[in-house]
């Protein structure tokens, strides 16, 4: 609060003897326009043009001072009056310009300016009429929310956005007409007011806040603006990602196009069935296939290029891994119920012999728990299948293992080798390569290649001594309670070995036994028919017939297989020809 005194020999307003009256706050600061006005109150102003567009018009006001003309750029008549008006009262200060006066001086505003003075305390503040050229003024003085002289009274807002010439209200009124803005407070004292403008755009309201409803009503409408870009750049940003979908299943669609004119003409369907069903077992059995989807359209495609017999087998396979979930999900039921207090956690995938690929069978020694819990399912199973006989894969079988280190405890995915590995140190610090293999009953390639992913990988969670790449059989190896990872959950892959030229060769070897059954079945349907023929048009005939290449000594291994076999015989006239035996 201000007291007000009277000047002596001046008596109060109020009278004689009445106390003075207290005013509230502090005056309001002059602006250069009311300065000039009370130094030079008849000066007349004139609008030299105008131009620019009708949205954002530029005025040109001219004033004779003292002798001298002075010219000023404003967004409106009232801005460019004052702009003139700066430029005059400018000219009474002794300094070169308004910068060098403010710099002299300290930059240090004062709230009552009087111009004609000489006391150098006088500081004029962006009076320098460069600053103003181009109607920039009134767009600075909106942009900062304050007034022409003196300090702010309130925060400064953010500049608004030039949309190609118009004000943020004209492009959103063009956008989305009919818009209606809500002044929702008005707050601060009378010569400093802040007021709150609303709109409600989409059933989000936005705000804005200035110093009058004009500019709080811009900040609004480019508030809803800025709103709308970022909707509609992350829909751009969505359309570019579906564009890019939409090309890269175009590309899967020529690559499975080009795929199926190749498998058109392979000359080995058969082989390529055989390590096709190979790799889709893998992939089924581990949980690495992409996309079930895309493996059954796969199938799809495959039997309309070489009929249902061909993807038969491969069918069943996803059959069976159908049929495992709902028989795992009734043995987890029956569990429940008989409440078998293992604490594991055991899924099984039931697979069909003859529809899957062969793997070698393999005993290893398990925990007693894990026995335990099989003897479970195989009773389980049994009494739904009987007359079945179940042989459980343990090269197949991944689990879950929690471990505690010192840092925390972790979940590790891992192969049942690895598994039973790890679970070994439950029982001991240090164990020899010796001493897991008996334990464990793993062959010694296999336990080769686990021991080596556990103590050599990535993921060290056995030390070995001595160290190195490879595991030797005098090796020995420690827990590492000191291991570390960011994941809670990890994976720790087994070494893979690389497909060896002897399983590529035992792979095909079984697709030629196979084969054998086709060549035999041809040749004697060839030989009922024609009941006699000669070597060559026999063989001539086989060529036609079969769909895979085969070479003529093969052929004639199986005619004098099926010679042998009384099939056939030789003619006794000509020993070139062959006759069928009913």
Request: hydrophobic letters at 40%.
């Given at each position: 609060?201000?007291?007000?005194?009277?000047?002596?020999?001046?008596?109060?307003?109020?009278?004689?003897?009445?106390?003075?009256?207290?005013?509230?706050?502090?005056?309001?600061?002059?602006?250069?326009?009311?300065?000039?006005?009370?130094?030079?109150?008849?000066?007349?102003?004139?609008?030299?043009?105008?131009?620019?567009?009708?949205?954002?018009?530029?005025?040109?006001?001219?004033?004779?001072?003292?002798?001298?003309?002075?010219?000023?750029?404003?967004?409106?008549?009232?801005?460019?009056?004052?702009?003139?008006?700066?430029?005059?009262?400018?000219?009474?200060?002794?300094?070169?310009?308004?910068?060098?006066?403010?710099?002299?001086?300290?930059?240090?505003?004062?709230?009552?300016?009087?111009?004609?003075?000489?006391?150098?305390?006088?500081?004029?503040?962006?009076?320098?009429?460069?600053?103003?050229?181009?109607?920039?003024?009134?767009?600075?003085?909106?942009?900062?929310?304050?007034?022409?002289?003196?300090?702010?009274?309130?925060?400064?807002?953010?500049?608004?956005?030039?949309?190609?010439?118009?004000?943020?209200?004209?492009?959103?009124?063009?956008?989305?007409?009919?818009?209606?803005?809500?002044?929702?407070?008005?707050?601060?004292?009378?010569?400093?007011?802040?007021?709150?403008?609303?709109?409600?755009?989409?059933?989000?309201?936005?705000?804005?806040?200035?110093?009058?409803?004009?500019?709080?009503?811009?900040?609004?409408?480019?508030?809803?603006?800025?709103?709308?870009?970022?909707?509609?750049?992350?829909?751009t940003k969505a359309r570019a990602a579906q564009a890019a979908l939409t090309k890269a299943r175009a590309a899967q669609a020529?690559?499975?196009?080009?795929?199926?004119?190749?498998?058109?003409?392979?000359?080995?369907?058969?082989?390529?069935?055989?390590?096709?069903?190979?790799?889709?077992?893998?992939?089924l059995l581990v949980g690495k296939s992409a996309s079930v989807d895309a493996e059954k359209s796969m199938l799809s495609k495959?039997?309309?290029?070489?009929?249902?017999?061909?993807?038969?087998?491969?069918?069943?396979?996803?059959?069976?891994?159908?049929?495992?979930?709902?028989?795992?999900?009734?043995?987890?039921?029956?569990?429940?119920?008989?409440?078998?207090?293992?604490?594991?956690?055991?899924?099984?995938?039931?697979?069909?012999?003859?529809?899957?690929?062969?793997?070698?069978?393999?005993?290893?020694?398990?925990?007693?728990?894990?026995?335990?819990?099989?003897?479970?399912?195989?009773?389980?199973?049994?009494?739904?299948?009987?007359?079945?006989?179940?042989?459980?894969?343990?090269?197949?079988?991944?689990?879950?293992?929690?471990?505690?280190?010192?840092?925390?405890?972790?979940?590790?995915?891992?192969?049942?080798?690895?598994?039973?590995?790890?679970?070994?140190?439950?029982?001991?610090?240090?164990?020899?390569?010796?001493?897991?293999?008996?334990?464990?009953?793993?062959?010694?390639?296999?336990?080769?290649?686990?021991?080596?992913?556990?103590?050599?990988?990535?993921?060290?969670?056995?030390?070995?001594?001595?160290?190195?790449?490879?595991?030797?059989?005098?090796?020995?190896?420690?827990?590492?309670?000191?291991?570390?990872?960011?994941?809670?959950?990890?994976?720790?892959?087994?070494?893979?070995?690389?497909?060896?030229?002897?399983?590529?060769?035992?792979?095909?070897?079984?697709?030629?036994?196979?084969?054998?059954?086709?060549?035999?079945?041809?040749?004697?349907?060839?030989?009922?028919?024609?009941?006699?023929?000669?070597?060559?048009?026999?063989?001539?005939?086989?060529?036609?017939?079969?769909?895979?290449?085969?070479?003529?000594?093969?052929?004639?291994?199986?005619?004098?297989?099926?010679?042998?076999?009384?099939?056939?015989?030789?003619?006794?006239?000509?020993?070139?020809?062959?006759n069928y035996v009913a």
């Amino acid at each position: 609060m201000q007291c007000v005194d009277t000047p002596e020999g001046e008596e109060d307003m109020q009278g004689p003897g009445k106390p003075h009256k207290k005013l509230k706050g502090q005056p309001m600061p002059k602006n250069a326009l009311m300065h000039l006005n009370e130094l030079k109150p008849d000066l007349l102003y004139s609008v030299v043009s105008q131009t620019g567009p009708i949205h954002a018009p530029i005025f040109t006001m001219l004033c004779e001072v003292n002798g001298q003309t002075f010219t000023a750029q404003g967004s409106s008549k009232k801005a460019a009056k004052r702009a003139v008006a700066e430029q005059a009262l400018t000219s009474f200060v002794q300094f070169p310009n308004a910068s060098d006066a403010n710099s002299a001086l300290g930059g240090q505003p004062m709230m009552n300016m009087d111009f004609t003075s000489d006391n150098a305390e006088i500081v004029i503040q962006h009076f320098d009429s460069n600053t103003y050229n181009q109607g920039t003024f009134m767009a600075k003085t909106a942009a900062l929310g304050m007034g022409m002289m003196g300090p702010m009274p309130y925060k400064k807002g953010k500049a608004l956005q030039n949309y190609e010439g118009k004000n943020p209200i004209m492009v959103l009124n063009e956008l989305r007409p009919n818009l209606k803005y809500g002044c929702i407070s008005e707050t601060g004292e009378k010569h400093s007011k802040q007021f709150t403008m609303a709109v409600m755009l989409d059933g989000v309201q936005f705000k804005g806040r200035a110093r009058n409803k004009k500019l709080a009503k811009a900040r609004t409408a480019q508030a809803a603006l800025t709103k709308a870009r970022a909707a509609q750049a992350a829909l751009t940003k969505a359309r570019a990602a579906q564009a890019a979908l939409t090309k890269a299943r175009a590309a899967q669609a020529a690559l499975t196009q080009k795929f199926n004119l190749s498998f058109t003409w392979a000359p080995s369907q058969d082989v390529f069935e055989a390590f096709y069903k190979k790799d889709l077992a893998k992939r089924l059995l581990v949980g690495k296939s992409a996309s079930v989807d895309a493996e059954k359209s796969m199938l799809s495609k495959l039997k309309q290029e070489c009929g249902s017999g061909f993807t038969v087998k491969l069918e069943h396979m996803f059959k069976d891994m159908e049929l495992s979930k709902d028989i795992m999900l009734a043995f987890k039921q029956s569990m429940q119920c008989e409440k078998h207090g293992t604490g594991i956690e055991l899924t099984v995938n039931i697979l069909t012999m003859g529809y899957w690929p062969t793997y070698t069978p393999m005993e290893v020694h398990l925990p007693a728990e894990m026995v335990k819990l099989q003897e479970v399912f195989k009773k389980f199973y049994l009494e739904k299948h009987s007359g079945r006989k179940l042989q459980w894969q343990p090269t197949l079988s991944h689990c879950v293992l929690k471990a505690c280190f010192s840092g925390g405890k972790k979940e590790l995915k891992l192969s049942l080798f690895q598994t039973l590995c790890l679970l070994l140190f439950n029982e001991g610090d240090m164990f020899s390569f010796e001493d897991i293999k008996t334990a464990t009953a793993i062959e010694d390639t296999e336990l080769r290649r686990t021991l080596q992913s556990l103590a050599c990988g990535k993921a060290k969670v056995l030390l070995k001594a001595p160290k190195s790449k490879d595991v030797e059989a005098r090796d020995k190896f420690k827990f590492n309670d000191d291991f570390k990872h960011k994941l809670y959950r990890i994976k720790i892959n087994q070494i893979q070995m690389k497909e060896t030229q002897e399983e590529n060769v035992s792979t095909t070897e079984r697709v030629f036994q196979d084969r054998q059954y086709q060549v035999d079945a041809a040749i004697v349907r060839i030989m009922q028919t024609r009941k006699s023929l000669t070597h060559n048009l026999l063989i001539s005939e086989l060529f036609n017939q079969l769909k895979f290449p085969v070479k003529p000594a093969d052929l004639k291994k199986r005619i004098e297989s099926l010679i042998d076999r009384d099939y056939m015989e030789r003619d006794k006239d000509n020993p070139n020809s062959y006759n069928y035996v009913a």
